[in-house]
């Protein structure tokens, strides 16, 4: 009996291995990215989506998915059972404490962005080793990772690269530059003092992105949020009081070109590629230039300045524009929008259907 049994778990556990087909993990899947990336993966892959998030999935998304997990990426049990249950080829870590939270609770912050990132790239190298082959990790960074001392640096600094001022004043910030090395690191470097050498390979790739802006959700605990509560307010005829001042510049992009980078960066072959951690733009704009804009389109709108000074110092620190030349060179970055298109095309009629249906 017992070895019928152990005969049975054998061929049981060789028939599910048989079927272990290759899935792709999104984490912070109920987040602004994780809405658009998830529609867009499930329209042009056949691979099945996992997604794990604090929170169960949202209704709409679930359709789209196989699996979703409501766990915490620093709770390493179920992530453990993720790893064990599939065979991982693609990990897109989204999951974050965005800034303005972060500088509130920066252990927390510190845990979950590092501590989750490091699961994360923990899971990616088994995969990679028991599959013996490569599996590719997006995760988003940030312009957060800059830092300028002062106003007068950020005005007289033009359009900066990936290489200069990466001196965060946030812990938001500090936590995304390190993982992008740590990111760097298990891709490149990870055990290089074993004996052995370790089957499969990480592939690491990241976009430092700007102030993302999405008709389909409000973003919650970041600071470049003005910008898009400030949309979504006025759509709904509701005055708002921005929290930085009229001449705050900082870079914007929709969430459709967000997404699209994402897709375009890594279906991009590895020897294009000069660098792990691009920078993208799509145009740079004061919170005066959305609040005209708002206030033109919709007539029950009306926008206030109530300066929050120490919000206003975080916004300070980031650059007005940022250099996404080598995101142009190397993988063909171009946004469809610029900041005219991205109400005309895109925020306004998406807006509208969302708050009148
Ligand atoms: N949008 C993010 C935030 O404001 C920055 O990447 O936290």
């Known amino acids: 009996m017992a070895a019928f049994s152990r005969l049975y778990c054998t061929l049981g556990f060789q028939t599910e291995l048989k079927m272990r087909k290759p899935v792709v993990l999104i984490t912070g899947a109920n987040g602004e990215i994780g809405h658009g990336l ?28 196989r699996d979703a997990v409501t766990a915490n990426i620093i709770d390493r049990n179920s992530l453990e059972r993720i790893n064990a249950k599939y065979e991982i080829s693609e990990i897109y870590h989204l999951a974050a404490v965005l800034s303005t939270r972060a500088e509130f609770s920066p252990h927390t912050a510190h845990d979950v962005n590092v501590g989750g990132t490091i699961n994360l790239l923990r899971i990616a190298v088994e995969q990679a080793a028991s599959q013996g082959s490569t599996v590719k990790f997006f995760f988003p960074s940030s312009i957060a990772v800059y830092g300028l001392l002062t106003v007068e640096e950020k005005d007289r600094t033009g359009a900066i690269n990936e290489n200069q001022f990466c001196r965060p004043q946030t812990i938001y910030g500090c936590n995304k530059l390190y993982c992008e090395h740590l990111g760097r690191y298990y891709a490149n470097y990870y055990r290089r003092l074993f004996a052995a050498n370790e089957r499969g390979k ?130 063909g970055w171009s946004p469809q929008f610029d900041f005219d298109l991205a109400f005309e095309d895109y925020l306004v009629p998406e807006i509208n259907k969302r708050y009148t249906q």
């Open 38 to 65: 998830i529609k867009s993966i499930a329209a042009k892959n056949d691979l099945s989506i996992i997604t794990l998030d604090l929170d169960p999935l949202d209704d709409e998304l679930k359709p789209q998915v």
């Open 202 to 331: 990480i592939d690491f790739r990241a976009i430092r992105f700007p102030g993302l802006i999405s008709a389909e959700t409000i973003p919650s605990g970041g600071t470049s949020d003005f910008g898009p509560e400030m949309i979504h307010a006025g759509a709904r005829g509701e005055p708002y009081a921005c929290f930085v001042r009229p001449d705050t510049t900082m870079p914007f992009t929709t969430m459709p070109d967000a997404v699209a980078a994402i897709s375009q960066l890594m279906h991009t072959d590895a020897v294009q590629l000069s660098k792990s951690v691009y920078n993208i733009n799509s145009f740079s704009v004061t919170a005066e230039d959305f609040a005209n804009k708002v206030t033109t389109l919709y007539k029950n709108a009306s926008v206030t300045f109530e300066v929050n000074e120490k919000r206003q110092t975080i916004v300070d620190s980031w650059p007005a524009k940022v250099d996404d030349s080598a995101a142009r060179k190397d993988w």
